[in-house]
């Protein structure tokens, strides 16, 4: 069965980490081929994020782990696969997880999640079909608040993502936070880190402390800030 990761951009590729990306991921899994595929789609469009439902096509893979390219691998990431072999499909709640953000799709407490990282296998095809199908046809838009002042958002993939988790009623194993670590909202957590997601490189604490918790005597601990 083969296994590997695929990631996905469009635009310019020099304004994009990729480099930093593959060089994590040869660190911890040099056995793991990674597919980058450019797809055809405006750099300056939000609703290009929706290219991304169509990654179990665009996989060559058996067990895929898909990546945005501002991630960091920084461990070994074997159980994520052996999660989504047994389950389907293993992510992170997005830092924002209330779904109901998207005021167009949700009025309730359904749960967002993270889709810059997924581990998946074909068991969870239905899911792709309708995030695809579901993308093209509602609007995703949602409505925040940055520094004090209201933005709005045309598009976001992870609104249609949430609604095919809903309507096929599939039940994805969830990953705890570290897998997916988003360090501009997630100011604390227990290490060690398995992928950062950022454009900003993890400060050298990160490694230091990942480097920590690679001994057998190692005590998990709490970090912040």
């Known amino acids: 069965m083969s296994r590997g990761v695929i990631s996905i951009y469009w635009g310019d590729e020099s304004k994009l980490p990729i480099d930093r990306l ?17 797809v055809d789609a405006p750099s300056d469009d939000a609703r290009s994020l929706n290219q991304k439902a169509a990654m179990m096509d665009l996989s060559p893979f058996d067990q895929t782990l898909f990546l945005d390219l501002d991630t960091v691998v920084m ?6 696969f052996q999660m989504a072999e047994r389950f ?27 889709t810059g990282v997924i581990f998946f296998t074909k068991k969870s095809a239905p899911v792709f079909e309708k995030w695809k ?12 608040v940055s520094d004090g002042k209201v933005f709005k958002m ?15 009623g599939f039940n994805p194993f969830v990953l705890p ?20 997601h950022d454009y900003s490189n993890p400060p050298p604490f990160f490694e230091e402390m990942n480097d920590y918790y690679l001994g057998k005597d190692s005590i998990i601990q709490y970090h912040q800030g």
Not at 22 to 33: D, F
Not at 88 to 106: K, Q, V
Request: aromatic share 14%.
């Open 22 to 38: 593959k060089a994590s991921l040869k660190k911890y899994h040099p056995e793991l081929p990674h597919e980058i595929i450019r």
């Open 177 to 196: 936070l570290n897998w997916n670590f988003r360090p501009i909202w997630q100011r604390s957590f227990f290490g060690p880190i398995k992928i950062w």
């Open 154 to 168: 045309p598009a976001n993939d992870q609104g249609p993502f949430a609604l095919s988790i809903e309507e096929v």
């Open 75 to 80: 461990g070994n990431l074997d159980f994520g």
């Open 88 to 114: 389907g499909m293993a992510l992170a709640i997005c830092e924002s997880p209330w779904a109901r953000r998207y005021t167009n799709i949700f009025q309730a407490d359904e749960v967002e999640y993270n």
């Open 133 to 144: 199908e579901l993308s093209e046809k509602i609007d995703s838009s949602l409505v925040g």
